[in-house]
């Protein structure tokens, strides 16, 4: 559900990215092309298999209960033993043969093609805003002046001449990426990888999420050559554009020609304005829950056709564009004293929601966010690719940035000219008192949202992989969940069902699958980290088995056999109208299980993004993302304030604490004679 690192081969900078080359199956002799372009299917897991690894999965829930006064581990485990026998010999083995025909049946897999996007996405009614959205921030392009980045450019009603660059920058140079995934390759081979980034590449463009009643819909591709599909749309102090970034023949705009296009846009903007008009704040409607938003989109269409047709171009563009005229206060890093660094939380708000939820478009998979000081970032979508894809666009871009362009003009020349040039279009919009009250309403609950909201990102320098694999000898990412295992309890003394995102892009428009990451193995671990009487000798060999448990069930997941889609499946098949119900499923403790009150990620590298971040799942849990460069690990960490339990910069010392206490057994103990498990 969440964005993870997905090969050794992506997880390098954009910078390090080969040189981009034409398909050709004879740089491959002996490989069969075609064969290379087929993903095989995502397999239906066997039954048993699955049954056996959920029970597992559950007993640090059970041992947790027994230790606190709850049923006692023997019997509650025997119960649900007995209870998965009695679903194999049974109901199981029918919904078991039920998924297998549907699988069958399906185009692609019989996750994609039938549950996945409603039940993970479509059909939560949660606003967006913060919840489900994911947000990147974008590092600095060194190209631009600092006194653009000191906020000492002339502007234009809060737009600066350097913003409206680098955003023509970052939206001309993913649009030859996007293109480039198309129709060349990047890599030298054909790979498996390669396949699945085209087809998730060509998911996050030319779509958007549509409010419907229960269950969202995503729009239909429209012809790649129409006026719609060849435009980007800009928000600019509320207002919508679309500005033409592709020409007839499909190539994309020069970065000139659309910046000079944003140019149209803002001084249109600074017209309006100075006539005392306001705009329509259609934007803020898509903050709201799903059910709202739905009313209001109807009632929008029914108002005029106008509506219905600026929503359609909105839908059908390639990706928005956020000018905000507004920024954060200029900072550096807060220094922490266990080798951290914290993000400075203002900026990292504006990209995700802004002040208050206005001018964006929650609804559109890929949304640039440009600020008057050059400061820049993503928010997406995540219904139609899951954010990884968008990251890797992105970083191409961020590396390109605007010194690889042919500007024939300074951008505060460009600014100064007072032509208008055409290839652009103001959005119109009808409304009514109703809505006008629906726009007050929805930013007073977006304000709350974004209150409630206690999120930051901190790099943790004291070291990075590098070092956890070539001195500890350890897998990154199960040594960063670990991590993440032990803060969690010294902050609530007790463990949680967590969650961590693994990619199935070895198959036909794979997605996810849940790694599992507290285990028995875990906990042994993370109680004897909190046990002073615990050699560190033996805290190692606990962390090492701890890592090799992580690694077994990362590669299961990634290999589609996992658990809880294959779950998901047979619950779905179920047909309770017919009396069909199973103890299994309607055991506290398998809801339980999946309560992720730790909802993980790991990214890549991250060397262009100075963070990452997304919501937490529950109201009294955690969403944490993470970058392992090589010598730096950034934390992007959100909480919700309103909960007493939880507290994001609490969370940030435990981590950090958590990894220096990592380090020293490391350090300490005999680990060149360790069987040490790597990815």
Same mark, same amino acid.
């Given at each position: 559900?969440?964005?993870?690192?997905?090969? %050794?081969?992506?997880?390098?900078?954009?910078?390090?990215?080969?040189?981009?080359?034409?398909?050709?199956?004879?740089?491959?002799?002996?490989?069969?092309?075609?064969?290379?372009?087929?993903?095989?299917?995502?397999?239906?897991?066997?039954?048993?298999?699955?049954?056996?690894?959920?029970?597992?999965?559950?007993?640090?829930?059970?041992?947790?209960?027994?230790?606190?006064?709850?049923?006692?581990?023997?019997?509650?485990?025997?119960?649900?033993?007995?209870?998965?026998?009695?679903?194999?010999?049974?109901?199981?083995?029918?919904?078991?043969?039920?998924?297998?025909?549907?699988?069958?049946?399906?185009?692609?897999?019989?996750?994609? /093609?039938?549950?996945?996007?409603?039940?993970?996405?479509?059909?939560?009614?949660?606003?967006?805003?913060?919840?489900?959205?994911?947000?990147?921030?974008?590092?600095?392009?060194?190209?631009?002046?600092?006194?653009?980045?000191?906020?000492? %450019?002339?502007?234009?009603?809060?737009?600066?001449?350097?913003?409206?660059?680098?955003?023509?920058?970052?939206?001309?140079?993913?649009?030859?990426?996007?293109?480039?995934?198309?129709?060349?390759?990047?890599?030298?081979?054909?790979?498996?990888?390669?396949?699945?980034?085209?087809?998730?590449?060509?998911?996050?463009?030319?779509?958007?999420?549509?409010?419907?009643?229960?269950?969202?819909?995503?729009?239909?591709?429209?012809?790649?050559?129409?006026?719609?599909?060849?435009?980007?749309?800009?928000?600019?102090?509320?207002?919508?554009?679309?500005?033409?970034?592709?020409?007839?023949?499909?190539?994309?705009?020069?970065?000139?020609?659309?910046?000079?296009?944003?140019?149209?846009?803002?001084?249109?903007?600074?017209?309006?304005?100075?006539?005392?008009?306001?705009?329509?704040?259609?934007?803020?409607?898509?903050?709201?829950?799903?059910?709202?938003?739905?009313?209001?989109?109807?009632?929008?269409?029914?108002?005029?056709?106008?509506?219905?047709?600026?929503?359609?171009?909105?839908?059908?563009?390639?990706?928005?564009?956020?000018?905000?005229?507004?920024?954060?206060?200029?900072?550096?890093?807060?220094?922490?004293?266990?080798?951290?660094?914290?993000?400075?939380?203002?900026?990292?708000?504006?990209?995700?929601?802004?002040?208050?939820?206005?001018?964006?478009?929650?609804?559109?998979?890929?949304?640039?966010?440009?600020?008057?000081?050059?400061?820049?970032?993503?928010?997406?979508?995540?219904?139609?690719?899951?954010?990884?894809?968008?990251?890797?666009?992105?970083?191409?871009?961020?590396?390109?940035?605007?010194?690889?362009?042919?500007?024939?003009?300074?951008?505060?020349?460009?600014?100064?000219?007072?032509?208008?040039?055409?290839?652009?279009?103001?959005?119109?919009?009808?409304?009514?008192?109703?809505?006008?009250?629906?726009?007050?309403?929805?930013?007073?609950?977006?304000?709350?949202?974004?209150?409630?909201? /206690?999120?930051?990102?901190?790099?943790?320098?004291?070291?990075?992989?590098?070092?956890?694999?070539?001195?500890?000898?350890?897998?990154?990412?199960?040594?960063?969940?670990?991590?993440?295992?032990?803060?969690?309890?010294?902050?609530?003394?007790?463990?949680?069902?967590?969650?961590?995102?693994?990619?199935?892009?070895?198959?036909?428009?794979?997605?996810?699958?849940?790694?599992?990451?507290?285990?028995?193995?875990?906990?042994?671990?993370?109680? %004897?980290?909190?046990?002073?009487?615990?050699?560190?000798?033996?805290?190692?060999?606990?962390?090492?088995?701890?890592?090799?448990?992580?690694?077994?069930?990362?590669?299961?997941?990634?290999?589609?056999?996992?658990?809880?889609?294959?779950?998901?499946?047979?619950?779905?098949?179920?047909?309770?109208?017919?009396?069909?119900?199973?103890?299994?499923?309607?055991?506290?403790?398998?809801?339980?299980?999946?309560?992720?009150?730790?909802?993980?990620?790991?990214?890549?590298?991250?060397?262009?993004?100075?963070?990452?971040?997304?919501?937490?799942?529950?109201?009294?849990?955690?969403?944490?993302?993470?970058?392992?460069?090589? /010598?730096?690990?950034?934390?992007?960490?959100?909480?919700?304030?309103?909960?007493?339990?939880?507290?994001?910069?609490?969370?940030?010392?435990?981590?950090?604490?958590?990894?220096?206490?990592?380090?020293?057994?490391?350090?300490?103990?005999?680990?060149?004679?360790?069987?040490?498990?790597?990815?």
């Amino acid at each position: 559900m969440r964005f993870r690192a997905f090969s %050794s081969t992506m997880k390098k900078s954009a910078t390090m990215m080969p040189q981009v080359r034409k398909r050709d199956a004879s740089t491959s002799p002996g490989v069969d092309a075609k064969a290379l372009t087929v993903l095989p299917r995502l397999p239906v897991p066997a039954l048993r298999s699955t049954l056996d690894k959920y029970l597992q999965s559950i007993k640090p829930l059970l041992l947790q209960d027994d230790l606190h006064g709850g049923a006692a581990f023997d019997s509650a485990f025997q119960q649900r033993v007995q209870w998965a026998k009695e679903f194999e010999a049974g109901l199981g083995a029918t919904l078991q043969a039920r998924l297998v025909a549907l699988d069958k049946g399906s185009p692609h897999n019989w996750l994609n /093609d039938n549950f996945w996007l409603q039940k993970a996405y479509l059909e939560w009614r949660s606003p967006l805003l913060v919840n489900s959205n994911w947000w990147l921030i974008f590092q600095d392009d060194v190209e631009i002046p600092e006194s653009a980045k000191n906020g000492l %450019s002339e502007t234009v009603i809060g737009i600066s001449p350097w913003q409206v660059r680098r955003s023509a920058s970052l939206v001309y140079h993913s649009l030859v990426f996007k293109d480039t995934l198309s129709e060349s390759e990047v890599l030298p081979n054909l790979t498996k990888t390669q396949v699945w980034l085209n087809n998730a590449n060509h998911n996050m463009w030319n779509i958007a999420r549509v409010p419907r009643p229960n269950c969202d819909v995503l729009t239909e591709k429209v012809d790649p050559g129409s006026p719609d599909a060849r435009s980007t749309v800009v928000l600019i102090h509320d207002f919508f554009y679309a500005i033409e970034v592709y020409d007839e023949s499909l190539k994309p705009h020069t970065p000139a020609t659309i910046e000079r296009r944003l140019w149209s846009c803002v001084r249109d903007v600074e017209r309006r304005l100075a006539s005392g008009e306001r705009a329509k704040p259609i934007g803020i409607l898509t903050t709201d829950d799903r059910d709202r938003w739905t009313e209001n989109y109807d009632r929008l269409r029914s108002l005029s056709p106008v509506n219905g047709r600026t929503l359609d171009i909105i839908h059908h563009s390639v990706m928005c564009l956020s000018l905000d005229h507004f920024t954060s206060p200029i900072g550096s890093f807060e220094v922490h004293p266990r080798g951290c660094r914290r993000e400075i939380k203002e900026h990292l708000h504006l990209v995700r929601s802004s002040l208050d939820g206005r001018n964006r478009f929650m609804d559109k998979p890929v949304s640039f966010i440009v600020d008057p000081l050059t400061r820049a970032g993503a928010m997406g979508e995540h219904s139609p690719v899951d954010a990884l894809v968008p990251s890797i666009v992105t970083e191409y871009a961020i590396v390109k940035g605007v010194s690889h362009d042919s500007y024939l003009s300074s951008p505060e020349a460009v600014a100064s000219e007072l032509q208008t040039l055409d290839g652009w279009r103001k959005l119109e919009w009808i409304t009514d008192d109703r809505t006008e009250r629906e726009f007050r309403g929805a930013e007073e609950r977006a304000k709350e949202i974004i209150a409630d909201s /206690d999120d930051n990102v901190f790099h943790f320098s004291a070291y990075g992989a590098d070092w956890i694999k070539a001195q500890a000898r350890l897998s990154p990412d199960a040594y960063i969940q670990m991590a993440l295992q032990l803060a969690w309890f010294r902050t609530r003394g007790s463990f949680t069902a967590t969650y961590e995102t693994a990619l199935t892009r070895l198959f036909q428009h794979g997605r996810t699958e849940t790694i599992r990451t507290l285990t028995n193995d875990s906990c042994d671990w993370v109680r %004897s980290m909190c046990d002073t009487t615990v050699s560190s000798k033996r805290k190692l060999e606990l962390l090492n088995r701890a890592i090799q448990t992580h690694t077994r069930l990362t590669r299961e997941a990634a290999t589609g056999k996992g658990i809880d889609r294959h779950l998901m499946g047979l619950r779905l098949l179920m047909k309770p109208e017919n009396g069909e119900t199973a103890d299994l499923f309607s055991d506290e403790l398998f809801q339980r299980s999946q309560a992720w009150k730790l909802s993980t990620s790991g990214l890549s590298a991250g060397y262009q993004f100075r963070g990452t971040g997304f919501g937490a799942m529950y109201p009294d849990g955690y969403g944490i993302n993470y970058l392992a460069g090589p /010598d730096l690990i950034k934390f992007g960490i959100e909480s919700k304030r309103s909960c007493e339990e939880t507290s994001t910069e609490g969370f940030i010392d435990a981590v950090a604490l958590a990894l220096h206490d990592m380090r020293d057994i490391c350090e300490q103990g005999p680990n060149s004679t360790q069987v040490t498990a790597r990815l």
